[in-house]
């Protein structure tokens, strides 16, 4: 698919219908994400696949009720994570610039859009989600201390055409100089 039909395709889904994304499409969107730059090629990014019955209860559980509600029928959750204190980082453990760890995040956000537009091209939905309990989350998974939760990514097959929700106007959000 043509990279401007997949950006204007994907949008957010909050209902899925009950089939399992099969392990291969997984593997797929995460090799996608691996592709995107990143602070000095440090790869920060980290991704814990859901799917087990057991395991994906428990994750959903870890979501806001809302998103409880929306992915009550996904079938796979992708729970990102970034190793801190090394994007944005140098060598002596010292913080490059002010944003330091927002280095990590930035990373991890430009990998997540490479994963979304793959997973769109793949023919499936997601949606993140950022209103979760990372603590739960890290208990539940085995993350590290080292490491920051970020996001949880809702995958699976759409049951719904949402309408992309309403964009600001370039001359909102852009100076040319
Ligand atoms: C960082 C981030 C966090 C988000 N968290 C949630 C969330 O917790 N629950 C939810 O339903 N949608 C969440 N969204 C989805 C946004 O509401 C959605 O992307 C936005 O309304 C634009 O719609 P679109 O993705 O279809 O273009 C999140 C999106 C981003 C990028």
Redesign the pocket.
Known sequence: MELSKVMHT???V?EYINKPVEQEKLREVISAAQLAPSWKNSQVSRYYVVTGEEKLAEVKNAL?P??QK?MADAPALIVTAIVLNRSGYEKDGTPTNELGNGWGFYDC?LQSMNLLLKATELGLST??????DNEKIKKILGIPETEAVV?VIGVGYSNAE?A??KRKEIDDIAKFF
């Open positions: 994907r949008r957010s909050r806001s809302y998103n929306n956000g949606l993140v989600m950022g209103i979760r996001s949402p992309m929700p």
